[in-house]
């Protein structure tokens, strides 16, 4: 699977953006899909995703409430729509498909059971 996440940019303090990332390859309605954030000197931590077609949503706790993930399986999409921003929300925003097998808690969370990864888009929220 190939990912191209486009949607960053600048952004005061409570504004919204949305994410996109466009999937190509074959048989992405396998894949479970996912946004991951980064910043300079930190690891990359899971935001949002969503595990299958018309499956269950994840959220990081800082997130739920403000942020929304969706994707469309017609359109081959993932989005993140993100509201109330706030300045540590800034970071380099990646998108990513992973094929999963092992269904423990938190099976979503580790970046390094990802297979592909989009490009990255920067957004940065102003106070």
């Known amino acids: 699977v190939q990912l191209q996440a486009s949607g960053g940019g600048l952004v005061q303090t409570g504004g919204s953006l949305r994410l996109s990332c466009a999937a190509s390859?074959?048989?992405?309605?396998?894949?479970?899909l996912a946004w991951f954030r980064q910043i300079p000197g930190r690891e990359r931590e899971f935001v949002a995703g969503?595990?299958?077609?018309?499956?269950?949503?994840y959220y990081q706790d800082s997130v739920k409430g403000r942020f929304r993930v969706s994707r469309n399986d017609l359109e081959n999409t993932l989005y993140l729509r993100m509201d109330n921003l706030r300045p540590e929300d800034t970071a380099v925003y990646f998108c990513?498909?992973?094929?999963?097998?092992?269904?423990?808690?938190?099976?979503?969370?580790?970046?390094?059971?990802?297979?592909?990864w989009g490009q990255g888009t920067l957004v940065t929220v102003s106070s």
């Open positions: 990513a498909a992973g094929l999963f097998t092992s269904y423990r808690p938190g099976y979503y969370l580790n970046y390094r059971d990802y297979d592909s």
């Open positions: 390859g074959s048989d992405v309605r396998r894949y479970g």
């Open positions: 969503v595990m299958w077609s018309g499956g269950s949503t």
